[in-house]
């Protein structure tokens, strides 16, 4: 037998496996064998690169097609045209422009009488209401040509009897002037080398577009820089005498088109939601003057003085109303129509109105779209205002004390002194002028805590503020100033913050026990907040100032405790430029609360595809990692921690970057890149953190985000034919979180991202737990649904390359076939053919190889040499 195999292997060898039984149907299911090995070694005298033979098949199902698809080759004895097909992958149902449409285009040549050579598919689209019409290169496609708006062609290999493979098309409608209800059925046409028509597709493709309605708002000057119109509001409406408007003021209103259609009253214009809306063309605002009650119980309508509100008209029937024209110009996605709606105002008075009287007012708009569609109507939105007028230029609902902390003091039991409290002082100028003095006063402090710090590291101050600490005899000391839009600091009370923490420090070094820890006394019993002189705060602007305080004890478990609440007050005191001695203002108190709550330490890891917008050959996707450290004691060190993303298998590392300092600080050096990581064959991009100490280290982050990009080769699988719910058969992107003593997690530490270690990931402890800290996001694969086969040869490490390798004479080596079915076709009938090189051959080969042992395949394979 060896030598009957030694003497064909130096003429010719087929390897022929065939199976008679259809594979196992499963949706979109990969079927794998074993590796075929094929040993053999070099006969030839001269030193040329030896070549070792694996076979290996790996075979993918996935519904069956009609009975004519018989698998990889098929033989048909009927002749006549290439069947061409399509199909929309993305549904007929509406949907919004924002979304990407795709469809496939099927190609089977078994009936075709003579090869097609060549040959090229035609799209056919509107380019008024098509953003983009893409085609990837890769399985059939060798080429595409976009030069001709409108028009797409598709230049694909040779089609022969052999031919069953397809190819996606991608494509996206303009938003915001594609009308609603649009439906679009692309013209597909195959296409000979001189562009005579083979095939038109008769399969009718729909998509259509989905719309949302735009909301109207109007609304008070003092809502336009909030993120909700609030009704019933107290607005001021000028001086009072006891509950009567005696001098009435102008009261302005707003308008503006939201394009948030999740409720909630937002008036936002930006994001998708701003996509899912139609353009305006014009607009025409239709405002019913409201009536209110007087302080002498009649009713009256409010006044419109047409001087304050050029190009409005007051019609007949008590509306008044203005036609606001644009072009078909989108600026920054908005209409000019939309961006003029905003700067409109409508000004009323209310002479002699009953003070804190609830008044509703209506407005509606009418909308023409830019490309209205024949049968496209025009859209009305209305909306409702409710307010209450008052006599006060500063009102009680101007000014509010809260926390950011969900009215709790979360404790770190580990590192109690690091427990911080954040409160928020909140100020809005009701008033329709500036106010150029303003103080805001935070005081009452819980006697247990003591004011840290004013301003934040991560918001922007409010306004130019001077800070001022009041001692308990009422002296001002001056501690330092914050300009606008900074993200500065002002520590309050240093004193009593090093007192506190030296002694900490000693407990932790265990130098000092807890039971003789020195209560320490706060320096400040209240705070001052001054606008600095000469800035001013407009009419209708709003502030919110951050402060922090902290425990004075933090070690008396039971002090802390009792009682657990912790309250805080403050109050604001001002002058309303251009009104004398009646703009003087001081407000009664806003109170707010937390309660304290030892933390839970908990660690998670979170994973995110930032950039996959097409999911084409060569596309570059975008993963955002972030390991978040942030819920654990600050006084737990988390050592030898690594951050392993694992990239789906056919996704290539392309680079990393890390955008933080804070986070730089926390890696060792340059990530670590492991081919086939744990025999997944996939690749692994490996962060390891330096070890990390939270409470010393003020140059680290509390967690750590890093953006991975890789690279969609022709080996990824297709989405059309993924599974889910099984790793081995899709595209997600995996990251894990490993560390010292984290196997899966350290004492008295949770985790809600948990998932199986299903790549056998070993921690810094040696243990490979079941679970694991771990995250995935998942990956478009827009490439050709096709059965792919490939040839590797075995480098002397025994990994597999489709390079050059070199290998000493006589040495063993392998080939391996790969054999994947990323069509939409069962194989029923499966036929693998390698021809061996040999000296003279057509590719120039030097050497005859001898198959030194027979194949070893699965039992349902047979084998012909």
Do not use: C
Not at 419 to 426: D, N, R, Y
Not at 520 to 535: A, C, E, F, M, P
């Amino acid at each position: 037998m060896k030598r009957f195999i030694h003497k064909l292997s130096t003429t010719l060898l087929i390897f022929t496996l065939l199976t008679n039984q259809v594979a196992p149907t499963f949706a979109y299911a990969q079927e794998i064998s074993q590796p075929t090995t094929v040993e053999t070694s070099n006969t030839e005298t001269t030193e040329t690169p030896a070549v070792e033979t694996t076979v290996s098949t790996e075979n993918t199902t996935s519904e069956a097609n009609e009975a004519t698809a018989t698998g990889a080759l098929r033989v048909n004895a009927q002749i006549g045209q290439v069947k061409v097909t399509a199909t929309n992958s993305t549904g007929s149902d509406a949907q919004y422009t924002t979304k990407n449409r795709q469809g496939d285009v099927q190609l089977d040549g078994s009936k075709v009488a003579n090869p097609i050579i060549g040959g090229y598919i035609e799209f056919t689209y509107p380019t008024e209401y098509i953003e983009s019409f893409t085609v990837a290169t890769g399985g059939p496609v060798k080429s595409v040509d976009n030069s001709t708006p409108g028009l797409l062609k598709v230049y694909l290999s040779d089609i022969t009897q052999t031919t069953t493979a397809s190819f996606p098309f991608t494509f996206e409608f303009k938003d915001r002037v594609t009308p609603e209800g649009y439906t679009f059925s692309p013209k597909i046409v195959l296409k000979d080398s001189t562009g005579n028509t083979l095939k038109e597709v008769t399969d009718t493709l729909i998509y259509k577009v989905k719309v949302d309605k735009q909301s109207l708002f109007k609304y008070n000057g003092t809502n336009t820089t909030q993120a909700y119109t609030i009704d019933n509001r107290d607005i001021y409406g000028g001086k009072a005498t006891g509950e009567s408007i005696s001098k009435a003021a102008d009261v302005t209103f707003q308008f503006s088109l939201s394009t948030n259609t999740a409720g909630g009253g937002q008036t936002q214009n930006w994001g998708n939601g701003k996509a899912q809306t139609r353009a305006a063309k014009s607009i025409t605002i239709t405002d019913t003057l409201p009536t209110y009650q007087k302080a002498d119980g009649t009713t009256g309508t409010a006044v419109f003085d047409p001087a304050k509100n050029p190009g409005w008209t007051l019609n007949a029937d008590g509306t008044v109303s203005k036609t606001i024209t644009g072009s078909d110009t989108l600026n920054d996605s908005n209409s000019e129509a939309e961006l003029a709606l905003r700067e409109e105002r409508l000004v009323l008075s209310f002479p002699d109105a009953k003070t804190k009287t609830n008044i509703v007012n209506n407005a509606k708009t009418e909308l023409t779209f830019i490309q209205q569609g024949e049968s496209e109507p025009k859209l009305t939105v209305s909306d409702d205002i409710q307010f209450k007028l008052i006599g006060q230029l500063i009102s009680d609902s101007s000014f509010r004390k809260s926390n950011n902390d969900k009215q709790t003091l979360n404790v770190d039991a580990g590192a109690p002194d690091t427990s911080v409290a954040t409160w928020i002082l909140g100020f809005t100028n009701t008033s329709p002028s500036t106010i150029s003095e303003l103080t805001l006063v935070d005081e009452d402090l819980d006697e247990r805590m003591y004011f840290y710090s004013v301003g934040s590291p991560v918001s922007n101050a409010p306004f130019d503020m001077d800070v001022y600490g009041v001692k308990a005899d009422g002296t001002e000391v001056k501690l330092g100033s914050i300009a606008k839009g900074s993200k500065q600091i002002v520590i309050v009370d240093e004193d009593a913050y090093n007192k506190v923490t030296n002694q900490a420090k000693q407990i932790y070094a265990g130098t000092l026990k807890k039971d003789t820890y020195q209560k320490v006394n706060r320096t400040y019993n209240s705070i001052k907040i001054k606008l600095q002189d000469g800035k001013v705060l407009q009419a209708g602007e709003i502030t919110s100032t951050f402060i922090q305080t902290k425990l004075l004890n933090p070690f008396d478990e039971t002090e802390r405790k009792d009682p657990v609440r912790y309250n805080n007050s403050m109050h604001a005191e001002g002058l309303v430029d251009g009104y004398g001695e009646d703009g003087k203002f001081s407000t009664n108190k806003s109170t707010s609360y937390e309660d304290v709550r030892v933390k839970e330490e908990e660690i998670r890891i979170s994973k995110m595809t930032r950039s996959n917008p097409t999911g084409n050959l060569g596309e570059v996707v975008e993963y955002s990692v972030t390991a978040d450290f942030s819920n654990l004691s600050v006084n737990r060190r988390v050592n030898g921690a690594q951050v392993i993303d694992v990239l789906p298998e056919g996704i290539t590392y392309e680079g990393y970057y890390i955008d933080k300092k804070e986070h730089r600080n926390m890696v060792k050096g340059e990530p670590r890149v492991v081919e086939n990581y744990n025999g997944s064959g996939r690749q692994a991009v490996i962060f390891e953190l330096k070890d990390l100490d939270f409470y010393n280290d003020k140059t680290i982050g509390r967690d750590f985000t890093a953006i991975v990009s890789a690279t969609i080769t022709k080996e990824a699988m297709p989405t059309a034919v993924q599974k889910a719910d099984d790793y081995k058969k899709n595209t997600d992107n995996h990251v894990f979180l490993v560390a010292k003593e984290f196997s899966p997690l350290a004492s008295n530490v949770t985790s809600q991202t948990m998932l199986d270690n299903v790549f056998k990931i070993e921690t810094p402890d040696g243990k490979v737990p079941d679970r694991i800290v771990a995250a995935k996001s998942s990956t478009i694969v827009n490439l050709p649904t096709e059965i792919r086969s490939e040839k590797f040869i075995s480098k002397s490490d025994g990994s597999w390359t489709q390079e050059l390798v070199q290998h000493n004479y006589g040495q063993e080596y392998k080939y391996q076939l790969q054999t994947k079915n990323y069509s939409t076709y069962d194989i029923e009938t499966f036929t693998l053919y390698d021809r061996l090189p040999y000296v003279g051959d057509k590719n120039g080969s030097g050497f005859t190889p001898v198959l030194t042992k027979a194949l070893d395949v699965e039992s349902k394979y047979t084998v012909y040499y």
